[in-house]
């Protein structure tokens, strides 16, 4: 659900409770009871509508706070990174790394020497 769309849905449901109650005094005026007005058809869509916009509110708040979770997530993982690296400076700084000396070149195997074949006569 568009997280944008909250003003939209929340104006969506104040025009349904605004109608519920114009409807409800329209039936009362008409003289039915409260039970012929809670079966009678128009006066149940607009209840619906009522409750879908409660079901599309609920999901952007869920979504909001999903997205607010994440952030936080995100903001505490950078700050971690962000101090791992301090961290691994001050160790450093603490032991002084040992210099190696240069070490030759590795020497090759020596092939014994080859002996020439004696002449055949």
């Known amino acids: ?39 009678e058809a128009t006066f149940r869509q607009i209840k619906a509508l009522i ?7 609920a999901r952007i708040a869920a979504q909001e706070k999903l997205n607010k979770e994440r952030a ?3 903001a505490e993982k950078l700050a971690a ?8 400076r001050a160790e450093v700084v603490k032991e002084e790394p040992e210099k190696d000396e240069k070490k030759g070149k590795k020497e090759k195997k020596q092939k014994p020497a080859k002996t020439e074949p004696l002449p055949s006569h």
């Open 51 to 57: 409750r879908k916009a409660d079901s599309r509110l």
């Open 81 to 88: 990174e962000k101090a791992a690296p301090e961290k691994a």
């Open 1 to 39: 659900m568009n997280l944008r769309a909250r003003l939209y849905v929340e104006n969506q449901k104040k025009e349904a409770l605004a109608k519920l109650a114009a409807r409800m005094v329209f039936l009362r005026e008409k003289g039915l009871d409260s039970e012929a007005i809670l079966r």
């Open 72 to 74: 936080q997530a995100k």
